[in-house]
């Protein structure tokens, strides 16, 4: 994958290692470890040492032409991070080494036994076949959940209607907590005590001040937690369900935008109060001076391009946000201004650049990031482009930034290597003895983990600081 996919819509769903062992066309059998690990792809190699050409959630398939080693060949395997292995027997093996069954229990690495009958090239297929079932599946059920929240919100009591219709198609509970953290209105079943004060006390994480996070999640009695800011009122959204879907943080993202409109007081003052700051932009004011009769921060700014070409896009895509505060200069150009608790996700047919939380006063600095990062979007083919702060970083923000990458050492390894060469392929495939394509090939990944821009000077810069305070 060579960009960010939207996060409007669901990310392709590994398959358990069980759905293909489940397949009695392929005949595989498990010999050790748990059919639960993931599979993300799956990669062939006959190399004697597979490491360098791991990316990390592989099933790896062999025939064992260079396996000397069983042992050493299973903690090579292990430590790339690949998700199982698939031994093939015959031509070079009649049966699966005993040497390497017992490495891949002491390992905990699944492994599964391929008959001769069955192709390794089969079994690949499978693998993207399922996939892309697990993938329609989740599209189709965004979109009727996206569909039933839309109807839910046209409904005389809206705000009720959006949780019960967020209850159910998440099959938990959802909570709206007043700014004293009390409920305000729940739907959907209940939940142990005990996780209704875990979600409780994630409501009290998020929120409109300054600095702090817009989103939380956690697990507590077997449900998976998460909690939504709304908007700048103090409002927060808790959801509780017991299975972790790829799709579901689409489509609490939906309902937060829904119940962040529905929920907005003093609308008309709110637009009086920037129709007033226009004025005063007109009459001469310094920027500086007007932007306090705003809320003093901090403010995010979002530049977009694009958009269905329709005479409502913007505004479409300002509900969207869950702001009132936008500016079209044109019909495919977009401006907005959005309290820093907002959170903002791809939108369909809209190219997003934003920047970094800034106080009223710095506002300019921020059209400037945002602006700068909607053309990095746009060459870079992203929907989404945040501006990346290439300040100092503390030990926690380095660790913060890197965390996508904490558990795959090859992926940092890599990051380091490439940025300390300058980007240069070839020297950082002779320096780690691997081949520059499989250098490519883990750039690219990293830049999909961190959601980053690797072409950009600042994110290059700002990530080789976080490596050295990592």
């Not at 199982?84 to 599964?112: K, M, N, Q, S, W």
């Not at 320096?431 to 959601?451: C, E, K, P, S, W």
């Amino acid at each position: 994958m060579s960009a960010q996919e939207p996060t409007s819509t669901p990310p392709a769903s590994p398959v358990p290692l069980a759905a293909l062992l489940a397949r009695r066309d392929l005949g595989l059998r498990l010999l050790a470890g748990s059919e639960d690990a993931a599979l993300h792809w799956v990669h062939t190699s006959e190399m004697a040492d597979p490491y360098p050409y791991l990316l990390g959630g592989e099933l790896l398939m062999t025939a064992g032409v260079q396996l000397t080693d069983p042992a050493r060949y299973v903690e090579r395997v292990v430590e790339a991070g690949a998700a199982a292995l698939g031994f093939g027997v015959t031509p070079v093996y009649d049966t699966v080494p005993a040497e390497l069954v017992e490495a891949c229990a002491r390992h905990g690495l699944p492994l599964i036994e391929v008959p001769p009958k069955t192709p390794f090239t089969a079994v690949a297929r499978a693998l993207w076949r399922l996939m892309a079932q697990a993938r329609l599946q989740e599209l189709r059920r965004v979109t009727e959940a996206q569909q039933s929240l839309a109807t839910a919100a046209a409904r005389p009591a809206p705000v009720p209607a959006v949780l019960g219709a967020l209850a159910s198609r998440l099959g938990g509970r959802a909570v709206l907590f007043a700014p004293d953290g009390t409920e305000s209105a729940a739907a959907g079943r209940s939940i142990p005590d005990a996780a209704s004060r875990a979600l409780a006390d994630l409501a009290r994480v998020v929120g409109p001040r300054p600095g702090g996070p817009a989103t939380a999640s956690g697990d507590s009695g077997g449900l998976r937690l998460a909690a939504y800011a709304l908007g700048g009122e103090g409002l927060t959204l808790g959801v509780a369900s017991e299975h972790h879907e790829p799709g579901n943080h689409t489509i609490a993202g939906v309902a937060v935008v829904l119940l962040s409109l529905l929920t907005a007081p003093r609308q008309a003052a709110d637009s009086a109060v920037r129709d007033a700051t226009l004025v005063r932009l007109l009459l001469g004011e310094a920027p500086a001076d007007a932007a306090r009769a705003l809320d003093p921060g901090p403010w995010t700014v979002v530049h977009a391009r694009g958009g269905d070409g329709t005479p409502f896009a913007a505004a479409a895509l300002a509900a969207a946000l869950g702001t009132p505060l936008f500016e079209a200069p044109e019909a495919t150009a977009v401006r907005l201004l959005l309290p820093a608790s907002t959170a903002v996700a791809a939108q369909p047919d809209w190219t997003l650049g934003v920047s970094v939380p800034v106080e009223a006063r710095d506002l300019a600095t921020a059209d400037t990031q945002a602006a700068r990062a909607v053309r990095s979007a746009l060459t870079t083919r992203k929907p989404l482009v945040r501006h990346r702060d290439a300040g100092p970083f503390s030990a926690d923000a380095a660790r913060a930034r890197l965390a996508p990458l904490a558990d795959t050492p090859a992926l940092i390894e890599t990051l380091r290597t490439w940025l300390s060469l300058h980007g240069s392929w070839d020297r950082t495939a002779a320096a780690m003895g691997i081949h520059r394509n499989t250098v490519r090939q883990r750039i690219a990944r990293i830049g999909t983990l961190l959601d980053e821009d690797l072409d950009d000077p600042d994110v290059r810069m700002g990530l080789w600081f976080a490596l050295r305070q990592g």
